[in-house]
């Protein structure tokens, strides 16, 4: 529901806080509705967004790609002025740029002319837009993910030493020192949010918009057109009617090429790609990106909470409670580059040792999908069979090369199997240019069938123990929620001294310790270890046990001083391990304390999901009851009375009550569906793709196919020739449930033969057929 939201704040013009409708205003100003009035069809004016001097040849009515260069520059020379005008509509979009004074913002709220000649109006700029935009608590708890994890980066031991040194003496730290992060943390969130979500939909505009939302653009443009071009008298012709069509598309087309143009420039803008003879637009770009973008960014980002792992835990739970078959579609392309992607980086995807990778289960899915190395004949392949031929030549042995030889080759050399076992790029242009999509069925409730549940350490979802990471697999148990597990710190030797470290320093018993380094420190616990001594030796000896554990403990983190200072580690990474255990229990504790708190939303889905399946079964079971007693809804008996019209279920109505008089019993007969169509009607509804080739076509308006269901969910087929009063049975075959399982996998091309290939059907249309 948010994406549809989203979606409609950027693209449907419908609503009036759109980006869509605020770019209407500057690529159709709306003289009329804006106080001003259009003299005629001469003086309208519609803007595009410019960029460089050849994006005013985008429009231009002369067949600019096979001009000469000479002829190409004259033009752009001619459309100098119109070029400037149009880039200044532009600007004054996007807002108050560097340099540009308060008073000129207050003098647009009011109509004046440019010095460019566009007719200024109180129309909404860029800035404003972005400034009521709301993005949904998912898009925020990812935005605050990437912000914590770079401030955790971004603090250093030294750091961490100087807070304490702050605490240590009493001192305020200043709140813009303590709590604002460094402008460097929200550059890469302004990066995904540019580059990934507003200005990646922008440029693809054209393949995003919904049909709605064109027709809704369309009819917008159109009304704006007739308030602008209408004339003084209100008479119309069809002359004036081509124009609107006209101008509606040229129209159309100038919005679709403003959105693509804005997300051109956003991205342009955060990454710095102007040309040198684009200076103002650079200037421009900057302004927006340190100011505009990055004051929003800042602004959701500072107060964003992140809520991943909590929304992935109850996800987890409400996803069981749904009845609705949940689909995606992914059209060839994108999956090719996922699996390409996936295959390549799987030393990142797949946290594991070598011994362990074949045994993923992901990394055996990838093992089937990618290609074989000897489907294609790249240059790699070819120089490694030169190389294995060589090398035979040497040994004055040869044996062949086989599929093995090549791969075990290219396994030697670094990336050699993995790039050889790449979908090639033709493969992707080709998937790109056909476009076919495919519908993938997920499995809501597939805790009923994997049972080894466990969070990731890494990605934070719930996986199966199969695709987690390799310390997570030696574990067999459930995880319905995520445990806290404290980092240990560095290890030293098969052994993590800081952890040591901390128990000891957490002993109610031990008193205020005040060494900076670990020698000191390891002398101060040599004097408590002499206290503790003297204690027991004055003390009685029921508290000497006591002492002895105590004195243990101490000789722990003697050698725990001694291992850190001997690797010449310094008390900071001590301080910064502690910090850092205090923030991860306090994210533990919050995570706990936010799924209780949600836990009621898992529990009312719980509930709907009961109440929708008891009325569900309920309809059903009245749907099964109408069906056997072959009962209709009185309103339909009385309207084929009236009509005079037969229907075939009150007939089976009738049978079914001579039957049950004609039994003691009170059973009724219960009747499967069927139905014999023409050949004719099958092939017209390309149920049927082709016969047999040597069966006259003349006989084709005398053969038809009886389709009879059967009580296991299989479908009888009879083809049946039928001259005059004779009726023959050519052949019958059996569509069974199973063959019906694999047409609904496969694509909508697929085709099915029977009889030998006497009739051969298409499996999508017959799927909806016997639907």
Known sequence: AYFSKFHDSLFNVEHEDSLCSVILDWTLPDRQGLGGEAKGPGDIQHYVFVL?????LEFCDKD?????????????????EEFQKHQYNFISFLGSGPGDKKDNQKKDKTKHHGKHGADQYQRRTFGEWLGKLILNSDVKSVFACIKDFLEDSLQTEESFMKLVEFEAAMLEVADDEQNEPEKEVF??????????????????????????????????????????????????????????????????????????????FLRCALNGDFSPQQRRMKELGRWIRDETLMDFVEHVAKDAEDKVETDLTLDLY???????????????????????SLWWFQDKVIALTPEFVPQDKLYQVLMELQPEVQQYTSKKVKDVVANIKLRQAS????TGISPKDVADELKRSKHGYESARLWPQFMNLIASETAVTHNFTIKSRFLQHYRDLCFCRDCQAPILRSMAPQKQRGRSDLRLIR?????????????????????????????VLKSRDFMSLKYELEECQKLAQDRMSRGAKSGAQKEFAFIAELDKGKEACETMRASGKTLSSFVKLVFKSLEERQEQHEYLASVGQSSDKVEKSKK??????????????????????????????????????????????????????????????AYMPSATISLGFLRSKQVVAWIQQDFPKNQYKRVSFIFSAVENGDWEVIAMHKEGRAANAL?????????????????????????????????????????
């Open 731 to 771: 052949f019958k075959f059996r569509i069974t449930m199973q063959e019906i399982e694999r047409m609904r996998c496969a694509g909508k091309t697929a085709k099915v033969s029977y009889e030998n290939g006497w009739v051969v059907i298409n499996a999508f249309s017959l799927l909806q057929l016997l639907a």
């Open 52 to 56: 460089r001097d050849e994006d005013i």
């Open 608 to 669: 709907a999901y009961k109440e929708q399946l008891s009325n569900m079964l309920e309809s059903l079971t009245r749907v099964v009851q109408a069906s056997e007693e072959a009962r209709l809804p009185e309103v339909f008996l009385r309207k084929a009375e009236q009509k005079g019209v037969s229907l075939k279920l009150a007939r089976v109505a009738k049978i079914n009550r001579r039957a049950s008089l004609s039994k003691s019993g009170h059973e009724q007969n």
């Open 483 to 511: 445990l806290y597990r404290p980092d240990l710190g560095l290890e030293i030797g098969g052994q993590f001294p800081l952890t040591d470290l901390v128990k000891v320093l957490t002993m109610k018993d031990l008193p």
């Open 187 to 264: 550059t890469p969130i302004l990066t995904v949010f540019v580059n990934s979500i507003l200005g990646h939909l922008l440029e693809q505009c054209s393949k995003v918009l919904t049909t709605k939302m064109e027709s809704s653009l369309s009819a917008e443009i159109k009304a704006r057109l007739h308030r602008i071009k209408a004339p003084r008298d209100g008479k119309t012709n069809e002359r004036y009617e081509k124009e609107i069509e006209k101008d509606t598309k040229e129209v159309e087309g100038k919005m679709l090429f403003n959105l693509k143009q804005l997300g051109v």
């Open 318 to 340: 409400e996803s069981h409670y749904t009845v609705n078959e949940i689909t995606i579609s992914l059209k060839t392309d994108l999956l090719l580059h996922l699996s390409n």
């Open 64 to 80: 600019i790609k096979h001009m000469s260069a000479e002829d190409r520059q004259e033009v752009l020379n001619n459309k100098a």
């Open 395 to 398: 040994e004055g042995v040869v």
